[in-house]
């Protein structure tokens, strides 16, 4: 055992539901390290007294959750180029006191859709949701080859328009969906996402069985419970399904990169996803 003992830990409110700090303790005990990961509640105006807190102990590393991806870029001493077009750091790591962002959602997101080994060539995706997660899957997305459009449908359309600039600014194109054309929209996608929290309480989705195609891709970015509504309507299609605990494992891996500069043991940190009932089929 490697006797330098450093903390971990996650910031955001609500905190209470957090994976995190069970995935990462899997990790870290797995591979025998002196470390440990806890998770803090921080409420809006109290961000900058926490990073401060988290400076003083010499944390070594942290993750930032819901509300405040953003707004942590004011305290932090450099991003990277990811950080900078998503505008949003969901990990932090302490560089020799230095506090350095990145953003493992972007990742996270597209690598469950290359392990599939999809070809985006004339592929019309639809982004359900304008905030902050759909910012990281339009980054993503810009990194693949050949897709159309991207249809943008969103509660608050000033948020959709602010999408479609930065998917703009990004090389790709969008058209903004009103609620009246969204199911006809759909019925036209080969890949449909949910970025909005709609399913976490079981609420029904956006989008009906009948608007999915069967040789669609429906990705589900809401991760508990692991079969949302859009997924049940989505195998009821015959579609394929991407769920979003793939992308909070791919993200979590990506930031225990970040932090220890090591390949992190995946199949503890799965297990933890999963408990003794295993991956779904
Ligand atoms: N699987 C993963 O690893 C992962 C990673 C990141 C995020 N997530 C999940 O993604 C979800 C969104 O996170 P975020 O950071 O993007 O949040 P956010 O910045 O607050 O954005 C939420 C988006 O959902 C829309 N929305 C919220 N409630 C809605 C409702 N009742 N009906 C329709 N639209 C609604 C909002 O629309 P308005 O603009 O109209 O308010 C906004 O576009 C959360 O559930 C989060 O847990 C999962």
Wanted: a positive charge.
């Amino acid at each position: 055992m490697n006797l330098n003992f450093r903390t971990y830990c996650i910031i955001g409110d609500p905190i209470d539901h957090s994976l995190s700090p069970a995935i990462y303790n899997a990790a870290f005990s797995s591979l025998g390290l002196n470390c440990s990961y806890i998770a803090f509640r921080v409420q809006e105006g109290q961000l900058k007294n926490s990073l401060d807190s988290l400076r003083a102990i010499n944390i070594g590393g942290f993750n930032v959750t819901m509300p405040h991806k953003v707004r942590v870029l004011e305290y932090v001493d450099q991003y990277d180029k990811t950080v900078e077009l998503v505008g949003a750091a969901n990990t932090i790591n302490n560089e020799d006191g230095k506090f350095c962002a990145y953003n493992t959602d972007v990742s996270g997101f597209i690598k469950p859709l290359r392990q599939r080994g999809i070809d985006f060539s004339g592929f019309e995706v639809t982004i359900l949701g304008a905030g902050g997660a759909a910012r990281a899957v339009a980054v993503a997305l810009a990194g693949e080859r050949g897709i159309a459009n991207i249809n943008i449908f969103n509660r608050n359309t000033d948020r959709s328009k602010e999408l479609a600039n930065m998917l703009k600014k990004l090389g790709l194109k969008s058209s903004i969906v009103s609620s009246d054309n969204i199911q006809n929209i759909s019925l036209k996608s080969n890949l449909i996402i949910n970025t909005t929290p709609l399913g976490m309480k079981d609420e029904q989705s956006l989008i009906k069985s009948s608007s999915i195609r069967k040789d669609a891709i429906v990705y589900d970015i809401v991760y508990k419970p692991i079969n949302t509504n859009l997924l049940e309507n989505a195998r009821m299609a015959g579609a394929k399904v991407v769920y979003g605990y793939e992308m909070l494992l791919e993200q979590a891996l990506a930031s225990f990169k970040i932090w220890f500069q090591r390949d992190p043991p995946i199949e503890p940190m799965k297990k933890v996803l999963f408990g003794k009932f295993g991956e779904p089929a």
